[in-house]
């Protein structure tokens, strides 16, 4: 049963679009949300990570939307690029381990 | 990959046989940890180890056993594989237990046929 629901399971993007991926979870325990950002024949790479006590973080093109109430956050890919192309994968982390959602293949068309 | 190795990169073998996999790490760092990644799935944690000889079970741990007798090298052993195995395998490394700068290695294909 999985502990971090993501969607959608794959979206196409035209560059310079903007990507959106979701994950919602139900343990409330969960103190730490990492994404993580993987190429093929590649391991995952961690991206961006937020704690439940801010609401939003930002790095460069990626940003971290958090709604604690709702226990959901969301990836944003701002100005999206053909090198943004990737599987993401969002993560919840209780008792130092990770629940990682299913997976969102990115695919950004030039 | 953060001074991490897996090997065998790729590998097939038949129902029934033992295999294991290998992590080694460079960084000297304490913590490690075995993921299978299938689609639709994600990653899941199969074991973890917290120092040498100190190993715990993830959450799906069946079918698998690990050993940890140097900080470097870090094995998961398929004791009698299965086709439910055939899975993409991934060792993570961690400085410290928190979890919040977890580095992967470039993962095993294992086949079972």
Redesign the interface.
């Known amino acids: 049963q ?1 502990q ?1 629901k ?1 969607s959608p399971q794959s979206l196409i993007v035209q560059k310079g679009g903007i990507s959106i991926i979701n994950c919602a979870y139900e343990n409330t325990a969960f103190d ?1 949300f ?1 994404w993580y950002q993987q190429f093929p ?6 991206l961006i ?1 937020i704690r439940p006590d801010v609401s939003e973080k930002k790095e460069g093109r990626f940003t971290i939307s958090f709604n604690k109430s709702a226990k959901q956050f969301s990836l944003h890919i701002m100005d999206s690029q053909p090198g943004d192309s990737a599987t993401y ?1 969002c993560a919840a ?1 209780r008792d ?8 969102t293949t990115v695919t950004v068309r030039a | 990959d953060a001074g991490i190795t897996q090997s065998p990169r790729h590998k097939v073998t038949e129902t029934g046989t033992p295999v294991t996999l290998r992590c080694h790490q460079t960084e000297n760092h304490r913590y490690m940890y075995w993921y299978r990644q299938d689609p639709g799935h994600g990653l899941r944690l199969i074991h973890y180890s917290y120092g040498v000889k100190d190993t715990d079970k993830g959450e799906v741990s069946d079918g698998y056993s690990v050993s940890r007798s140097k900080t470097e090298d870090f094995l998961l052993t398929l004791e009698s594989a299965t086709s439910s195995q055939t899975s993409v395998y991934f060792c993570a490394i961690s400085a410290d237990s928190s979890n919040e700068k977890l580095f992967f290695g470039s993962g095993t294909q294992l086949s079972v046929l």
Do not use: E
């Open positions: 999985q971090v993501q730490y990492p024949g590649k391991g995952p790479a961690l990570a994968f982390s130092y381990k990770l629940s990682f959602g299913a997976g």
